[in-house]
């Protein structure tokens, strides 16, 4: 039996073999949390999941929050220089009416930010 095109390796646990490259998925739940890798040999998914413990996981750092100018930079140096010209400018008036939002938290911008921010600009409209 398949599920998201991964199959059960028989008498495995937790480790499953994609039915088109046939590299194998370790999973693994390990204080409430899950983790999961791929490999290429059933050898080194057994052993990654019977040494894997929480302490031997990388812990994320905190998030840094990320503003609307950042974003609007990081647009400009990586994602413009692949784009027509004319998209440029479609992105460069968008950004003119939303630049009073650029030192927001792009995880605070959402649907009821932009209301109040078109409600207080109604006029300009």
């Not at 693994?28 to 040999?41: E, L, T």
């Amino acid at each position: 039996m398949s599920k998201n095109g991964y199959a059960k390796v028989k008498e495995e646990i937790g480790i499953y073999q994609n039915t088109t490259s046939r590299n194998f998925l370790a999973v693994k739940k390990v204080k409430g949390k899950n983790f999961q890798k791929s490999f290429k040999s059933l050898t080194k998914a057994r052993s990654w999941r019977k040494n894997l413990n929480e302490e031997s996981q990388p812990s994320l750092a905190p998030c840094k929050k990320v503003t609307l100018k950042q974003v609007w930079i990081s647009m400009q140096t990586d994602h413009f220089p692949c784009l027509a010209i004319s998209t440029v400018a479609v992105w460069k008036r968008r950004y003119l009416l939303l630049n009073q939002l650029e030192n927001t938290p792009m995880d605070e911008i959402i649907p009821s930010t932009i209301k109040a921010w078109v409600k207080k600009n109604v006029d300009d409209f």
